[in-house]
Antibody
Framework: QVHLQESGPGLVKPSGTLSLTCTVS?????????WSWVRQPPGKGLEWIGE???????NYHPSLESRVTISVDKSKNQFSLNLMSVTAADTAVYYC??????????????WGQGTLVIVSS | SELTQDPAVSVAVGQTVRITCEGDSLRRYYASWNQQKPGQAPVVVNY???NRPSGIPDRFSGSNSGNTATLTISGAQAEDEADYYC???????????FGGGTKVTVL
């Protein structure tokens, strides 16, 4: 069974960098899947942040592209999120997910359990 | 591009409810549907033309027409009360988009 687990600080200061890691078990990070980050501000909907393929190819949300970097560590079967210059608006539950794709569709399966990150001084 | 969902819908136990998702990208890509219960991570319940992951009841079905995807819950149960989010790639194929979510209340 595939399992994803987010880890990282739960509190980040304004203007600082939010850094999270997603550890994958039950599947290889170099399998034919994309690996993605999604966030959910308190009481709001899901917002896609970005995705990475094991080759290093990435796609980012246009509104976050200037601040976000997603990377992969094949040796540790992990992928990571860095979000720079954070503000209170970046406070959210952050989810990682395996993104399975075909030519005509894609779906997140599974999702990690999520981790709450609060931006506050 | 965007995906548009109705904010909320209600259904009586045992009845059928349909949740729609509209967007230009759905003319090119099938949607996937994610169920999220309070305090929990989302779980995919349907994807593609009409596929269910193992363990998802067959009362969850998906359909598509033009720019609209529909998730149908046939014979809704109390445990189906949740937020439902549709998702697909955008028209460029390079980004993901989520609908705003539909809160399903089972009466």
């Amino acid at each position: 069974q595939v399992h994803l687990q987010e880890s990282g600080p739960g509190l980040v200061k304004p203007s600082g960098t939010l850094s999270l890691t997603c550890t994958v078990s039950g599947d290889s990070i170099i399998s034919n899947n994309w690996w993605s980050w999604v966030r959910q501000p308190p009481g709001k909907g899901l917002e896609w942040i970005g995705e990475i393929y094991h080759s290093g190819s990435t796609n980012y949300h246009p509104s976050l592209e200037s601040r976000v970097t997603i990377s992969v560590d094949k040796s540790k079967n992990q992928f990571s999120l860095n979000l720079m210059s954070v503000t209170a608006a970046d406070t959210a539950v952050y989810y990682c997910g395996r993104l399975k794709t075909t030519v005509t569709t894609n779906w997140f399966d599974p999702w990690g359990q999520g981790t709450l990150v609060i931006v506050s001084s | 591009s965007e995906l548009t969902q109705d904010p909320a819908v209600s259904v009586a136990v045992g009845q059928t409810v349909r949740i729609t998702c509209e967007g230009d990208s759905l003319r090119r890509y099938y949607a996937s549907w994610n169920q999220q219960k309070p305090g929990q991570a989302p779980v995919v319940v349907n994807y593609g033309k009409n596929n269910r992951p193992s363990g998802i009841p067959d009362r969850f079905s998906g359909s598509n027409s033009g720019n609209t995807a529909t998730l149908t819950i046939s014979g809704a149960q109390a445990e189906d009360e949740a937020d439902y989010y549709c998702n697909s790639r955008d028209s460029s194929g390079n980004h993901q988009v989520f609908g705003g979510g539909t809160k399903v209340t089972v009466l």
